[in-house]
């Protein structure tokens, strides 16, 4: 018998669901489709429900159009009526995953939506749970926005530094008195300053990111392809099957050991694609103190860092 080509490993990304949420429901649907093929998705949202609808976390944030193959349904839970957006793959088993926006299910094509929506019901205390943790996050968030003018402040490597604005003077910083001075005028608008701090801070980021790869791949015994940045809103870090690696340039807030607890957690995924005991063993074996890093990450996901 010839053997059946392998499959690619897929690419595996460190995100905040993956740190805080199960992403994956039960595998409670899989094996072969029914014969009479999948249920058709039903039109449009139901009318309102005359109960309280569930909403995100982020309730004021612009309503962003549905991306391609994705359906928002409406279903009622004892805690009210509750829109989650729907995505059919070739995937095997019913997917949940909630951040900011809200519910979004994946689920194979196969599987018919009262089976969908009984999921649901059956995961609807966690569901509810999740949501109101994610809203609660949002209503603790303690950092203001920043007035970006001279003085102005925002985090770096864990501590917090300050602006100065000096047009005689090249850009700078001292670690010393933690004062970034920038080559601008005193009557330097606000968009100019944000602009030139989160260049700066990119900057920094890409340098230091390096560096922290090249210590943990070296005591891990592997080789990344390449890295790049990356503005992602939901994922600290990935890493592809073909040894590309992205980090997310807020990093570059969190003190040492976060960025090198993503470091090493990207890089172990070279030896193992995948989130399984032996991953974390992988983790452990060059960043010993992952699990406190870790925890740290699940309650400061990129969207309540500062504004820049």
Known sequence: MQKAPSRQRPAVALDTLQLDLPFEHAPAYSGAPPANGPAPLRGDVPPADPVPVLTPAAPNAPTAPLPDGVRLRRIVLKAGALEYRLRRSSRRTIGFCIDGTGLAITAPRWVTIADIESAILDKQNWIVRKLTEWQTR??????????????????????????????????????????LT??????????????RVQGWLQSEAKRIFGARLAVYAAKLGVEYRAYALSSAATRWGSCSSDGKIRLNWRLIHFPMSIIDYVVAHELAHLREMNHSPRFWQTVESIFPEFREARHTLKHHPPDLLPAL
């Not at 920038?182 to 602009?195: G, N, R, T, V």
């Open 182 to 195: 920038l080559p601008l005028p005193a009557s330097a608008d606000a968009q100019q300053i944000k602009d």
């Open 138 to 179: 949002v209503e603790q968030r303690a950092l203001p926005r920043i007035e970006w003018k001279d003085g102005a402040q925002f985090p770096f490597l864990g501590k917090t530094i300050s602006v100065s604005l000096n047009s005689a003077s090249a850009l700078s910083f001292d670690d010393e008195t933690s004062v």
